[in-house]
């Protein structure tokens, strides 16, 4: 009888690993259609508000956050199924995933804030004081991400172990757990983005009305919103003790949402700056209340186009002036 319940409980264990791996399969393809099915949505405005533009700065960053992806699910695809291959996966198969995965999931995040920031950069007129914050507010991130990862996963790697289906066990009291040192980093640049361009469009520029004022928060507001509960649901999916099929979805949903949330700020600039073009609207406003400057930097050598849609620029004599400037 005993020796029964222990063949009944390995075929048990055996079947669900094995239903983990399709299960890690699936979430890996999701990644790779959801990336695919937004490109196929918004290929026309691409083309129309892209690929007919000079090559800028903004126009390199678009590329790489809409096809990088692509190639990082196509990659993850290749790494699971070789995994179904075998009852468990192996130690180095996981460690290659984890790397690959942390690799990517840091650079997606280093392209979103430079998005971000450059159109912060715009609004603030190019100011000097706020480029030099925002870059160091994102060399200081990124470092302390780095050495996060380097100091759990290669400096003392005997703290980091798999299970058979490949999910790593994460210590939530570490203070120098990489998933909460991301976590809480993200946040505080995704914060520090918002509210200085919450600052400018709401506070230094409340006495004007116009449309690229509104498409600003409204993007800004969005992409913060996303991100906030995508690194939460993350931390809270990755510091769960026990089988949890969920992880499974982290890498592949948010690589899929920040190529999103990036392309989308991006395009809706573009595409606002058309309208305005072809309307009466840009010729009226330039002489009352903001000029918006379309700048092209073909070279990719000056930071004279911090944003290659719209620069925010005050031409009255009783322009506000932000205390950053």
Known sequence: MYNYYLMLRVNTQGGWVFVLMYIHIIAAVLGLVLTGCDISLTMREEVQYMWKKPITFVRCLFVLMRYLPIALHVINVVLTTTWIE???APEEYCWSLMILQSIAFCSMLVLLELVLILRVFALYDRSRAIGTFL???LVFRNATTAYSIYDHLW???AKTEFTSHCVPSINIKDVRNPVLVITCGELFVQLAIITLAMKRTVWDFRQYSHSLLSVSNRDGLRVFGAIAVALVATTATSVKKGTTPYFFFVFPLFIALISAAGCHTILNLRKLESELEGTDESLSEQKKDIELTTIGDVNLTTWDTPWDART??????DTITSPWA
């Not at 925010?312 to 004599?317: K, L, R, T, V, W």
């Open 86 to 88: 075998g009852a468990e």
């Open 135 to 137: 870059s160091l507010l």
């Open 312 to 317: 925010f620029q005050m031409i009255e004599e």
């Open 155 to 157: 400096r003392f790697p």
